[in-house]
């Protein structure tokens, strides 16, 4: 099956810092890549659509200078969340498109923690 | 917009027994699909299954089993002899055929109480 993976899985930073998150597809080309935030007991909400080669497309209320999204490659997504604020504490997946059985399945990745102290 | 309902944030439930978790939808789209996952404890999103609005019959997969009501707008997951291993978040989620974007409800928590 289409796997999607994340990295780092947990992450720790101050205040200020940048932190890189990673997701890949690792058995399928994914033109399309999601990143999702989801806040304790809460759901999860799309942050911005990757597209392969182009600019990605951000969600209202998402500031695009903060969350640098970067997908240089068919299988590669890089999130960055530049000067990062305790309030950016929360867990970030992505997940990838892929055409399965005549239709598109969206594949999860495991999510990465990040915590900003 | 697109929009998804679960008025269940928390249900308790007898291991072995049937459980019914609600998802009702609001689309202005003729086309479009419905999902289900199970979020463990652990944070990964597990896809549980599909229905299409166009499909004619109820999506089942294992013990999974969708009570697809167009006419209402409700897509119920139906969970057969529950486990243990069943405790967690369960989102619905909807997606438009012209979109790719899914759109999730706020969960249910479900626990299997042995």
């Known amino acids: 099956g289409a796997v999607v993976s994340q990295h780092p899985s947990r992450v720790i930073c101050k205040s200020g810092t940048s932190v890189k998150i990673e997701c890949r597809s690792l058995?399928?080309?994914?033109?399309?890549m999601f990143w999702y935030r989801q806040f304790p007991k809460q759901s999860l909400m799309l942050m911005a659509t990757s597209n392969e080669g182009s600019k990605a497309t951000y969600e209202q209320g998402v500031e695009k200078d903060k969350f640098l999204i970067n997908h240089a490659s068919l299988t590669l997504s890089t999130l960055t969340v530049t000067s990062a604020h305790p309030e950016d504490s929360s867990f970030y997946i992505c997940s990838a498109n892929s055409h399965v059985a005549g239709r598109d399945e969206q594949y999860f990745g495991p999510g990465t923690r990040l915590t900003v102290t | 917009a697109q929009k998804i309902t679960q008025t269940q944030p928390g249900m308790f439930v007898q291991e072995k027994e049937a459980v019914t978790l609600d998802c009702t939808y609001d689309t202005s789209d003729q086309s479009y699909g419905l999902f289900w996952y199970k979020q463990p404890s652990s944070g990964e999103m597990i896809f549980l299954i599909y229905?299409?609005?166009?499909?004619?019959q109820n999506a089942t997969e294992g013990r999974y089993s969708l009570n697809f009501q167009k006419a209402r707008k409700s897509a119920n997951l139906v969970i057969s002899a529950s486990q243990l291993g069943d405790s967690a978040m369960y989102f619905c989620a909807m997606r438009d055929f012209g979109n790719e974007k899914l759109t999730f409800g706020t969960g249910t928590r479900l626990t299997i109480i042995p």
């Open positions: 229905q299409g609005s166009y499909d004619e």
């Open positions: 058995d399928f080309q994914a033109t399309t």
